[in-house]
């Protein structure tokens, strides 16, 4: 079957220090992964994509096709970054972007 | 700017009552999606439209069709609501096969009374 699973419902950690958000899948093909991100009452957004190798406000997520994780990660927690959080994979074929069941990241002063 | 603007924001109806949610775009995608998200949920698709070609999606409810007259404009009907269904109603768009990611709008949270 292919999914996405993210382990951690809840995180929290405080101001300052590295963050890390697990996202592992399940896939045949080669996967095209991505990391949507929600904050309170904002629109689901895009946050990076795997294909661009790209750091956005200082997050990083690397492929690795032997764990078959894609887990999100930034060394050092603003408070602003306190969201919900989603890695995405798309279905090729069926046009279809599944997500994982989120990560509720809480960034404490 | 350019983007997914859902209508309404919040929409409260009867058990059983017809009832229409729209979105519209101004990205000039080619391909609209609506997913159902219940509260602590992942979004779960519903069906998509590839241009005019319409993806129904295995477990969707025969409750819920959807239209696309043009491309700027997608709606989702649900034919007979039940309680069961009262959800945050997203609609999202992307340029073909979506590895740009996607476009979501504000979502209409639906209630059912």
């Known amino acids: 079957a292919q999914r996405v699973t993210q382990p951690e419902k809840l995180l929290s950690v405080f101001k300052g220090a590295p963050v890390e958000l697990k996202c592992n899948y399940s896939?045949?093909?080669?996967?095209?992964l991505f990391w949507y991100v929600q904050y309170s009452r904002q629109r689901l957004q895009l946050l990076l994509r795997?294909?661009s190798r790209e750091s956005i406000k200082g997050f990083t997520a690397d492929l690795n096709k032997g764990e078959t994780s894609f887990h999100l990660k930034k060394p050092f927690a603003q408070e602003e970054d306190s969201a919900m959080y989603y890695c995405?994979?798309?279905?090729?074929?069926?046009?279809?972007?599944?997500f994982g069941q989120g990560t509720r990241l809480t960034i404490n002063p | 700017d350019a983007m997914v603007i859902q209508n309404p924001r919040y929409q409260v109806t009867q058990f059983g009552k017809p009832v229409t949610l729209s979105c519209s775009q101004t990205?000039?995608?080619?391909?609209m999606y609506w997913y159902q998200q219940k509260s602590s949920q992942a979004p779960k698709l519903l069906f998509h439209?590839?241009?005019?070609?319409?993806?129904n999606e295995a477990d969707t409810p025969d409750n819920f069709q959807s239209r696309r007259p043009n491309t700027s404009f997608c709606f989702l009907d649900i034919r007979s609501p039940g309680l069961g269904d009262a959800a945050m109603y997203l609609c999202?768009?992307?340029?073909?096969?979506?590895?740009?990611?996607?476009?979501f709008g504000s979502g209409t949270r639906l209630t059912v009374v």
């Open positions: 795997h294909i």
């Open positions: 999202a768009t992307s340029r073909d096969l979506g590895i740009y990611g996607y476009t």
């Open positions: 990205l000039n995608h080619n391909v």
């Open positions: 439209y590839y241009d005019k070609d319409f993806n």
């Open positions: 995405a994979l798309i279905i090729q074929g069926a046009q279809k972007l599944v």
């Open positions: 896939y045949s093909g080669s996967p095209e």
